[in-house]
C-alpha cells in the first residue's frame, strides 16, 4: 500500500475523463464494469513453485490447493515436457459471487489476434464453489492452460508481443490441452463424453469452434494422441508448435501423417466406438500343452516334455554357485530394507512438500501492455501515439502514461493518468498538455479557418508562425449500476492559449475554464472472434465549460454515439452506427463530416473563396471534433456547430466463413469483406439540418483582409450518402482498412474515392 501513497500524489487520471476527441471517434471507448461489494484483506502462503493469495476464510482452501498443485506439478510439467522459469500466482477466492468482483482482465488486454486469453503475467484466479472435484479440476485445468502459454508465447511481456504476430493456434489447441490434464480423459464415461462432443461436430470446422465445443473437442484429439501414439508425443507437437509455429505442421512432422488422415482416423476412433476397446488386455495366446504317452500326469513329481527353448521354473534345476550369490544379493537387499525404509525407487527427484506463511501481501506493479500506434491527427497529420500501461496483479490500480508525437516535435501530445478500482465506485486523476505549432499552411490545412470566417483560395499559402496550448487537469468517478451499465462525473479544470511569435508585441490569448462531464455508458459486447463483436454499446456525454473571464467564452457539447452488433449467418455481421452531437451557449465549437478518419491518403475539400488573411484568435481549433466517417467525399466536406451521422456495414470474415482448416496467417485470418453506406449532414444553429445556413448550402466568398465580404446561399439537399465496398486485414500488426466508395450529393453520384486507413471500428 506504500507503492500508491505515493502513486496517489501524482496528478494523473484517465484518457476518457480529460482527452479532447481530436482523432479515433469511432474508436471510442465503452468497456464494461466489475462491481465491488467488499474488500478483501489479501494473505500469501508460498509452496514449492506457486504462490497461494486468499484473504479471511479462505486458509484451509489455499492449503489444499498448494498440496493438491504440488502433487501434481510433476505430472504436469513431465507431460508437457516443460518447467516453467517463473512463480505462478493463483488468487483463490471463497465464491464465485467474490470471484465476480475481480478486477482481472478489466484492463485492456493485449491483442494477441487470436482471441487467445491474456496470461502472460503468470496468475490464475479461481473460485471454490463447495465441491472438491470441481475445485481441482480447474485448478489443474487453470494451471495447465497457463504452462502451455507459458512454453508457446514466453511469459515476458516483449516476448508474447514477439510471438503473437507470428503464432497463432486456434481454441481447441490451449483449451483441449488443458482440459486433458485436468481429468483422466481414458475414464469411460468422459470418453463417452467425448464422443458426443464428437459427434456433434463431425462436419464443423474444428478451428473455428468455440467455448465448451472447442473444449471437448480438443480434450479428444489430445486424448486420441496420448492412446494412440503415446503421451511422449504431446510434449514432442507442443514444442515444434512453438518452433514452427503452426499446430497441423506439427502434428504431421511429429506423428508421421498426413494432418487429413490425421483428422480423418481421430473421428473414426470416436465414432466407430474403438475407443471402448483400448484398455482392455489383449487376449492370450493359444498354447498347446505337448504330452509324452510314457509320462503319467498323475504323478506331480514327473516333469513335462517342454518344447526347444522353454523352462519348467517349477523343477528347474539350479546350479549350486549361483544359488549361493542369490542369497547373498537377497540378503543385502534386506538389509537396505530394513537401514532405510525411505530409499526411493529410481526416478524423477521431487522436492519435499514445503509451505511458507502466510505472509502479508505484496501488491507489485507490472507492465501489462506498451503500444505504439501510427496516427494520423486531422490538424497535425501523421504521428505516433505511444502507451504504456502499469498495474497491480488484481488490476486495481492502473496507471497509463501516453505520448502522441509527430515530425515536427513541438506538435505533441502528453498525458498520464491513474485508476482506482477498489471499491465500487471507481475514480481517477489526470492530466494532460496538446501542443499545435502552425507554420506554413496551404490548402490541406486552411480548412482549418473555414468555421473562423476565412475561406481561402485553394492556391494560397500562408506563412505563419503560431502556437496553440492546451492544458488540463481532471479527475473523475464512475458508478456502475450493472456489468454492463455505469454512469460517471468528471470535473476539471482546463486552459488555452494563443501564441503569435511573429507579431511579438501581441499579448498572449489566454483563457480558463472550469466544468464538468457526465456520462452514461451502457456496454453488453462480446468478441466473437479477433476483431469481430457482437451486442450493443453506446454513450451518452454532455461536457460544460465555464471561463473564468467572460460568459461570452462558455460553450458546452451533448454527444450520443451508440452501435449494433448482429450476427446474421455464422460469422456474417451487421454493424450500424448512430452518431450525433449539438454544441451550445455563446461560443458553440464545430464538428467535421467527411472522408475517412485516420486516413493516410487524405484528400482535403477545397475552396475558392477569396480571403487570405489570418485570424487573430485560433483557440476554437483546439475543440474542433471530427465525427467519424462519410466515404465516399473528400475530408471536412461539412462543418457544423451540429451533425448528424449513421453508418451501416455488412462484414463478412472470409477466412472464417471458408477455409476448411487452422489459418495461421494473420492476413487471411482477419481478413474482413465489407459492403457500407454512410449517411451524414451538419448544420448550424437550432433550426436542423433542412436550415439554408449550413456549410453545404453556403458559401463565403471574401473575408478576411478582403473588405468585400458576401454568403451565397443555395438549396441542395443536406444529406450527403455514400457507399461502396471494402477489405480489411492485419499487415504488421496493424488493422488496415481499404474503402471504396461513391458519393451522393444532392441527386449527382460523385467519382469513386479510395481510402486507406487505420483502426478497428468502422
Known sequence: M???????????????????????????????????????????????????????????????????????????????????????????????????????????????????????????????????DTFRKELIRQIARLFVYDMLYGGSLKEVLQSSLLLTVPEWYMAGIAAYISENSEDPAVLDRLRVAVMKNKDKKISHLEGKDAESVGQSIWNYIAMRYGKDNISNILNLTRIIRTE???????????????????????????????????????????????????????????????????????????????????????????????????????????????????????????????????VRRMGMKNTLVL???????????????????????????????????????????????????????????????????QTAIIAIDRRLYYNKFSAYANYPFSRNLRAGISPFFMTTTDVDLIELGRKNL??????????????????????????????????????????????????????HYQRILKSFIFAARLSYSRSLGNAPKVTFLGGVENTINRSVETTNGQGTGVPRDLRDILFYDFAGNLRGFNFAKLYGTSHLLTNFELRLPLAQYFSKGSITSNFLRNMQFVGFSDIGTAWYGNKGPFNRQNSLNTEVIGGGDNPFRATVTNFKNPFLVGYGVGVRTTILGYFVKADYAWGLEDKEVNKPKLYISLGYDF
Open 510 to 563: 489566454t483563457s480558463s475554464y472550469l466544468g464538468y462531464k457526465a456520462e452514461l455508458v451502457y456496454d453488453n459486447t462480446t468478441p466473437l472472434f479477433s476483431k469481430v463483436l457482437i451486442g450493443t454499446r453506446a454513450k451518452i456525454r454532455l461536457e460544460r465549460s465555464y471561463s473564468f473571464a467572460t460568459k461570452n467564452e462558455n460553450f458546452s457539447r451533448l454527444v450520443v454515439d451508440a452501435r
Open 2 to 132: 506504500r507503492l500508491f501513497t505515493l502513486n496517489a500524489l501524482i496528478f494523473i487520471g484517465i484518457q476518457t475523463a480529460f482527452a479532447q476527441s481530436y482523432f479515433s471517434s469511432t474508436q471510442e471507448e465503452f468497456g464494461k464494469n466489475r462491481i465491488q461489494e467488499k474488500r478483501f484483506e489479501w494473505l500469501t502462503i508460498r509452496s514449492n513453485n506457486f504462490e497461494f493469495n486468499y484473504y479471511r476464510g479462505g486458509d484451509k482452501i489455499a492449503q489444499s490447493a498448494a498440496k493438491l498443485s504440488e502433487s501434481e506439478y510433476d505430472r504436469i510439467t513431465e507431460l508437457l515436457g516443460y518447467t516453467p522459469f517463473t512463480t505462478m500466482k493463483i488468487f483463490l477466492y471463497n465464491s464465485p459471487k467474490d470471484l465476480a468482483q475481480s478486477n482481472i482482465g478489466l484492463t485492456a488486454p493485449i491483442d494477441l489476434d487470436g482471441s487467445i486469453l491474456n496470461l502472460a503475467k503468470s496468475r490464475v484466479q479461481i473460485a471454490y464453489t463447495g465441491n472438491e
Open 391 to 457: 498495474n497491480d496483479l488484481l488490476e486495481n490500480h492502473n496507471i497509463k502514461l501516453g505520448l502522441f508525437i509527430t515530425p515536427v516535435l513541438r506538435n505533441h501530445d502528453i498525458f498520464l493518468e491513474y485508476n482506482n478500482n477498489t471499491k465500487r465506485v471507481d475514480w481517477g486523476l489526470g492530466i494532460m498538455r496538446r501542443s499545435i505549432s502552425f507554420g506554413e499552411l496551404d490548402y490541406r490545412s486552411l480548412y482549418l479557418f473555414r468555421p473562423l470566417n476565412i475561406n481561402t483560395p
Open 248 to 378: 497441423e505442421s506439427s502434428i504431421t512432422s511429429t506423428l508421421g501423417i498426413s494432418y487429413n488422415r490425421f483428422m480423418k482416423e481421430w473421428k473414426e476412433f470416436y465414432l466407430s466406438g474403438a475407443y471402448a476397446n483400448t484398455n482392455e488386455k489383449p487376449d492370450e495366446p493359444e498354447k498347446k500343452a505337448i504330452v509324452s504317452p510314457k509320462i503319467e500326469l498323475s504323478k506331480p513329481k514327473e516333469k513335462l516334455v517342454l518344447e526347444k527353448g522353454e523352462v519348467d521354473t517349477d523343477n528347474y534345476e539350479f546350479d549350486a554357485e549361483n544359488i549361493i550369490k542369490s542369497l547373498a544379493n537377497e540378503t543385502a537387499r534386506n538389509k537396505i530394507d530394513n537401514t532405510d525404509k525411505s530409499t526411493p525407487k529410481l526416478g524423477r527427484y521431487r522436492e519435499a512438500l514445503k509451505i511458507k506463511g502466510p505472509f502479508a501481501y505484496e501488491n507489485i506493479m507490472i507492465a501489462n501492455d506498451v503500444k505504439s500506434d501510427f496516427l494520423m491527427d486531422p
